[in-house]
């Protein structure tokens, strides 16, 4: 029976396998795919030795590989793609490339684009609306990972998290809500294992933008000469470890290297070294639509189509702070606003101060003091003038007084310019990213930054925050407990932390096959790096 069974498959083996039909699949899958993203297209059912043919928009491409790297998408990249193997031709795959950005950012908020090799990074996801119902997600070659958040406060509009250790070429990180229409932009971590490395923006340059490149070197920042190479040809040689392109064009973009010349600052011997990094693509994309906000405050988006909602953001010191829903600017200030369309949103418009500008204040500045001199003057005769006339100048040095440092602190170091807003007042975090940038330069001060953040972590429940959780009555499957200082400290026993995680899980009753494995570094065998919980998420 079995027998006849075995047989007959076996005479259908060959006719399957002639006939199977490729299919198109990508990773990491992008429910909405926003420009300046990270993708790759797989050719399925590419048995070894089979060449693959993509075709896109029924054109065949020169690339033969079983997948297609899309970066940094672009509207161009929109339309339909197929792989060919053999004579069968998969099913169409459709990509559309929205010309918006995320509705929610994710920035590093401490750390690198390229790390040392089996070093974390701590990403910062924001949402102006609250960060209830979102969670993350990692990619890692063909693999995708969920990473859940845990938040103390439901209606928190940032989370600071850190990644697992960085133990391959690349690394995808994104954050995603519930049915994951609304997400986050990417931010792609890299890996070297070099002691110099070429550092850029985070996210992919948009065309126009500006583009810093930053030779690096582990340990030291005593650097006197970096050489950029583009494409193995020299591209700029400096003093000093840093490069401006401004204004960056789509043909620019191309594989970068840098080498320094530096001393430790240690050193005793005259001599410095010379090293050069590893290659690092730099991508550059057409911009993102970008709205644009008139000096009466009228926010619009000539290119965006559909009906857009317009919101504004008022700066506060280091910060753009979004004004409340349908809110127009009121007080005088310096706006910039959005245009809104569902879970997708344009840049950041030009920024326009209203009620006040610069020659504004001069100018009010000087009829303050020629009010001062006729109050002086008719303080005899008539108190009532001088007293209102007071008034005015009281306002003008109030209004200086709060201009001023916002002029100052516009900078905001690893976080492109304009594109990601710092939602909190406070803006402590953002302070923090910019020294802490410098500090991770110099290896020394790396424990440091580390331990303080670990401070955070356990001052919010540390290995009670899974159990925090449950008390909280939040659905298992939603919350996962993650960062666990106190099991860190469990270190010497072995992989403890992570047995315990996955029995929990077991005795909450998670779905087997929703929830495969609960790693911790621990239990991959590498103490110290422990502090996450990772689920594998198996439906890819
Ligand atoms: C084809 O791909 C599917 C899904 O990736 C897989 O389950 C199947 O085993 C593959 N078949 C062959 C012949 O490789
Ligand atoms: C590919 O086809 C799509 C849909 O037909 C179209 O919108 C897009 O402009 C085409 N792209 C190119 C580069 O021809
Ligand atoms: C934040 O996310 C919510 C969905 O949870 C979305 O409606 C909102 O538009 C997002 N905020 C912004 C500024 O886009
Ligand atoms: C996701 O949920 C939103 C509302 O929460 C809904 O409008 C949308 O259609 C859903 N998308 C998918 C793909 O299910
Ligand atoms: C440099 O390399 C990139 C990517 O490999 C390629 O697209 C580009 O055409 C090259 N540029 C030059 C000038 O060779």
Known sequence: MTGGRELLLLAVMPLLVRCQKPSVSMSPRLESIFTGDLFYLYC?????????????????????????????????????????????????????????????????????????????????????????????????????????????DKSATSSVFETSALRVPETIYWCVKKNETYRSNQVILRTTEKEVTLEMDPFPAAAGDTLTLTCLVWGTNDISNSVFYKNNSVYASVKGPNYKITKITESEGGDYKCEATYRYKAQTIEASHKYDSDVQEVLVHASPFTAVLSDSMQCSCPTCSGSMTYSYYKQNAKSWKMLGQDQRPGSSGTYRCRAVLDYMRTLPSNSVNYGTSITGTVIGFLVAIVGIGICVFL???????????????????????????????????????????????????????????????????????????????????????????????????????????????????????????YEALKKEGIPKDEYETLKTKQAEGRPGALSQLEIVEENK
């Open 379 to 501: 303080v005899i005769f008539c108190w009532c003038k001088q007293r209102k006339t007071k008034g005015d100048i009281y306002e003008e040095v109030q209004m200086r007084q709060t201009g001023d440092p916002k002029y100052e602190t516009l900078n905001v170091a690893r976080v492109k310019e304009g594109e990601y807003d710092t939602l909190q007042p406070e803006a402590e975090g953002r302070k923090k990213t910019g020294g802490t940038y410098e500090a991770l330069t110099k290896q020394d001060n790396k424990e440091e930054v580390y331990h303080t953040l670990g401070e955070n972590v356990a001052s919010e429940g540390g290995d009670g925050g899974y159990e925090a959780l449950k008390k909280e009555g939040i659905p298992k499957d939603e919350y996962e407990t993650l960062n666990t200082k106190s099991v860190e400290k469990k270190t010497g026993t072995g992989s403890e932390g992570g047995d315990g995680g």
């Open 44 to 152: 399925n059912n590419v048995s070894s030795g089979d060449t693959a043919t993509w075709y896109f928009n029924n054109t065949a491409l020169e690339n033969k590989n079983s997948f297609l790297k899309i970066a940094p998408a672009a509207s161009k990249n929109s339309g339909t793609y197929q792989c060919k193997i053999k004579d069968t031709k998969s099913d169409d795959f459709h990509v559309r490339v929205l010309e918006y950005v995320p509705a929610a950012s994710l920035t590093i908020a401490t750390g690198q684009p390229v790390m040392r090799k089996n070093s974390k990074v701590l990403l910062e996801i924001e949402n102006e609306t609250g960060l209830d119902g979102w969670f993350c997600k990692v990619t890692r070659k063909e693999q995708t990972w969920k990473v859940y958040l845990k938040h103390g």
